[in-house]
């Protein structure tokens, strides 16, 4: 087998192998990510909810003034 060829193969093995690494770490950088966002989703829905079920309990019943019903 040709030497040079030989270490031209391996060469560009040891570069591909060392691009895997570096892709693997990215990935899973990528996918921690991704989960935090999904439950950050996931507590800035439930706050919107609570919030939402707040405001409409603090809000007054429409056509009462006064504890009395408006019966215009």
Not at 40 to 51: D, F, G, N, P, T
């Amino acid at each position: 087998m040709d030497p040079e060829l030989l270490e031209r193969t391996t060469a560009r093995r040891a570069e591909r192998d060392e691009l895997e690494e570096q892709l693997t770490e990215q990935l899973a950088e990528v996918r921690a990510e991704r989960d935090e966002l999904a439950v950050a989703e996931r507590v800035l829905e439930r706050m919107s909810e609570q919030l939402a079920g707040e405001r409409a309990s603090a809000a007054p019943a429409p056509g009462r003034v006064g504890g009395w019903a408006d019966e215009r």
